[in-house]
């Protein structure tokens, strides 16, 4: 690859309700982009079954948490139905000077604190349902959570949403292929933004001055 299109680092930070269809689209869209990788965010939920400490989440007590936030390691934190996520700012930096891509599965909090950090570098797209009657089937159709949970999500959705007008790209999530292929087109597509291209351009400018003034 030529220096001239060497660039930093995306942060694709991806959001929706729960049941939109988010997680699928992620995992695509990772398996598919190998210069894209995941955000493993701090926790202080408890590890659930299946879970990997440090591949799926850095689970921390609520004490080390804070000492985080104190020191200002995270990059964005929120909390999320009483338990606290947050991003390391030094992952973050480490892979922007990388050159990597950073893929973020967080809310609309976490997204607003990245894009105030990193407004050159955020890319950030909202999942929605097609409708909340679609949501709230897909909710139950997992049978994975009680009434209780169900209607906290329900309500947490409503919340989400509101917030679409921070987002560069909404995609409704009616059918899977479509907006998996829309996903990864926006993705594709952000890294030739005239912000992130400009100096590509500015270089071949300053070579056709210098070139005519000979």
């Not at 190998?34 to 879970?51: I, K």
């Not at 996520?85 to 930096?93: I, L, W």
């Not at 709230?136 to 997992?142: G, K, V």
């Amino acid at each position: 690859m030529s220096s001239l299109r060497q660039q930093t680092g995306l942060l694709v930070v991806i959001s929706s309700p729960s049941g939109a269809g988010k997680t699928t689209l992620c995992q695509r869209l990772l398996k598919d982009e190998p210069q894209l990788v995941f955000s493993v965010s701090y926790t202080t939920r408890t590890m659930r079954s299946g879970e990997r400490d440090g591949a799926d989440y850095h689970f921390v007590d609520d004490a080390s948490f804070q000492k985080m936030v104190e020191r200002d390691e995270f990059a964005e934190w929120a909390e999320v139905h009483g338990k606290r996520y947050g991003t390391s700012v030094r992952f973050v930096d480490e892979a922007l000077s990388g050159g990597k891509d950073v893929l973020f599965d967080i809310d609309y909090q976490g997204g607003r604190q990245l894009r105030a950090k990193f407004e050159a570098d955020a890319l950030l797209v909202f999942i929605l349902p097609p409708s909340l009657a679609e949501l709230e089937r897909r909710l139950r159709q997992r049978a994975t959570d009680d009434e209780e949970v169900i209607s906290k999500r329900l309500h947490k959705a409503h919340e989400e949403i509101e917030h679409y007008a921070l987002y560069d790209f909404l995609i409704i999530n009616d059918d899977l292929e479509r907006a998996y292929a829309e996903l990864r087109s926006i993705y594709r597509a952000a890294h030739l933004r005239r912000s992130r291209m400009a100096d590509h351009a500015e270089a071949l400018v300053r070579a056709a001055q210098t070139k005519h003034t000979k």
